[in-house]
C-alpha cells in the first residue's frame, strides 16, 4: 500500500473512531518555533509546566529518531452547561473551565490515538510510533497548525473553521512517511478582541502568552496567589477561558458528539464551602477523573476559598476560621485569612487577632495583618453608614 493509500486508510478510521479532525504534517524541525520559544522565554513568560529542553520540543526527530511524519487530531467539546445548579448567598458555586468537563481528555485522546495506531500497524507492521496529549515534549498547536487542523488565534489558542477553538489536541509521531496537508490560509484579521477582553494583560501581543500572568495557569499554582489577581478569578476553580469565550469563532459553538465529555452539572459547578473541609480520598473519588484534578487538591481549594471572599459569603466565616486556625498548609491559612478580611465583622475579626498571637508563618503573618486592615477600614466605613442613618 502506498503513503496516499495509507493516508486514506487513517482517514477513514479516523471517521470510524469519532475524531472530529485529522491532519498530517512533516515531521521536520520546527525551527521557526524555536526561535519564538527562546525569545519566549527569555521574557520570562513561561509557565514551568513545558518540556524544558527547547529542542526536544522543537525536533520532533528527538523522541522519535527517523520520524517522518506526525499525525494530528482534534475532537470537539462542549461548551453548555444544561440546567446549570444555581449559584445564590450561602450556596455560591465555584466552575472548572469546560477544558475539564466530563472525562480527562489526555485519556479519551490517547485512547483514539491508540486506535488510530493499531490501523496504522496493521498497514505498516514494523512502523515506530509515539503518541503525545498535551504532556508529550512537542507543541500540540504547532503540530496542529503544521498538519491543518486550524490556525493560531492571537489567543494563542488553535482555531479550526468547524469547531472554533474548542478543541482537544494531540499527535502522534510516525517513521511512515505520508502525504502532509497544507496549513490553513485563514487569520484573525483585524479582529482583537481577546487582547482586549484580558483582565491580566497576559496577552502581552497578538499570538504572545505571558503565562506568569494567566489566570488559567495560575488557577493551576500551589502558592499564594498575588494578590492582584485574586478578584479577578470570577469563581473559577481550575483554568479560565475569557480569550476563547470571546473569540467570534466560538460564538454559538457547543460540541455534544462526544459522550465522554458530557459534564455533570454538580462537579463542574461544585458547592464551594464543602470543598473546603474535603479529605484527599473525598476530592479523588469526586474530581479525580477530571483533567482539572491534576494539580490535587489544594489550587482548588485555594481558589475555592478566594471565591468565598470575594463573594463575602458571611456563612462561609466558621470554615474559614477553621482553616485559619487548623490546617496545616500556609497557603490554606493565608489564603482564609485575606478571605475573612475580605468578609470583615466581628467574629472574623477576632479570629484573625487570635491567630496572630501563634502564627509563626511569615507569609501568612502578612496575610493576618492586612486582612485586619481590612476589617479596620470595613467597620470605619460600617460605623460612619450607621452614624450618618
Ligand atoms: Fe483571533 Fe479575535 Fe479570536 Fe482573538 S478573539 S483569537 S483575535 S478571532
Redesign the pocket.
Known amino acids: 500500500m502506498g503513503p496516499g493509500d495509507i493516508k486514506k486508510t487513517l482517514q477513514e478510521e479516523a471517521k470510524r473512531l469519532n475524531i472530529d479532525k485529522i491532519g498530517f504534517a512533516s515531521a521536520d524541525p520546527f525551527t521557526e518555533l524555536k526561535e519564538r520559544l527562546k525569545d519566549h522565554r527569555k521574557a520570562g513568560y513561561e509557565s514551568g509546566f513545558e518540556e524544558p529542553d527547547l529542542e526536544k520540543r522543537t525536533d520532533p526527530r528527538k523522541t522519535l529518531p527517523n520520524a517522518r511524519s506526525i499525525i494530528a487530531i482534534a475532537l470537539a467539546y462542549p461548551t453548555r452547561l444544561e440546567n446549570p445548579p444555581d449559584s445564590k448567598p450561602g450556596a455560591y458555586r465555584g466552575v472548572f473551565c469546560r477544558a475539564s468537563w466530563g472525562e480527562d481528555y489526555h485519556r479519551v485522546l490517547k485512547r483514539k490515538l491508540e486506535g488510530l495506531k493499531v490501523k496504522l500497524l496493521e498497514l505498516v507492521p514494523d512502523a515506530k510510533v509515539e503518541i503525545m496529549v498535551d504532556t508529550g515534549a512537542l507543541s500540540d498547536r504547532a503540530v496542529a497548525e503544521r498538519a491543518g487542523i486550524g490556525w493560531s ?3 494563542t ?1 488553535i ?1 479550526t473553521p468547524e469547531f472554533g ?1 474548542w478543541v482537544y489536541l494531540g499527535e502522534m509521531i510516525t517513521d511512515v512517511y505520508l502525504p502532509p496537508d497544507q496549513p490553513l490560509t485563514q ?3 483585524e ?5 482586549d ?1 484580558c483582565p491580566t494583560g497576559a496577552l502581552v501581543a ?1 499570538g504572545q502568552l505571558n503565562s506568569q500572568a494567566c489566570l488559567a495557569y495560575l488557577t493551576q499554582t500551589k502558592g499564594m496567589l498575588a494578590e492582584e489577581y485574586r478578584n479577578k478569578l470570577g469563581g473559577y476553580l481550575y483554568g479560565y477561558e475569557t ?2 469565550a ?5 460564538r454559538k459553538k457547543n460540541f455534544t458528539q462526544h459522550e465522554e465529555f458530557h459534564p455533570d452539572p454538580d462537579q463542574v459547578k461544585p458547592l464551594l464551602k464543602p470543598l473546603l473541609r474535603m479529605s484527599n480520598r473525598e476530592f479523588r473519588q469526586r474530581f479525580g477523573k477530571m483533567a482539572g484534578s491534576w494539580r490535587g487538591k489544594k489550587p482548588i481549594q485555594r481558589n475555592a476559598i478566594i471565591a468565598l471572599g470575594r463573594y463575602r459569603d458571611r456563612t462561609a466565616v466558621p470554615d474559614l476560621i477553621h482553616l485559619l486556625e487548623n490546617d496545616p498548609r500556609p497557603v490554606i491559612r493565608g489564603t482564609a485569612a485575606w478571605a475573612l478580611g475580605r468578609i470583615g465583622g466581628s467574629e472574623a475579626e477576632e479570629a484573625l487577632y487570635r491567630v496572630k498571637e501563634k502564627e509563626s508563618n511569615e507569609q501568612v503573618m502578612v496575610e493576618i495583618e492586612k486582612a485586619l486592615h481590612e476589617c479596620g477600614i470595613q467597620e470605619t466605613a460600617n460605623h460612619r453608614t450607621y452614624r450618618e442613618a
Open positions: 488565534g492571537k489567543n489558542s482555531i477553538s487569520s484573525c484579521g479582529c482583537t478582541a481577546c487582547l477582553a497578538p480569550c476563547q470571546v473569540c467570534p469563532y466560538n
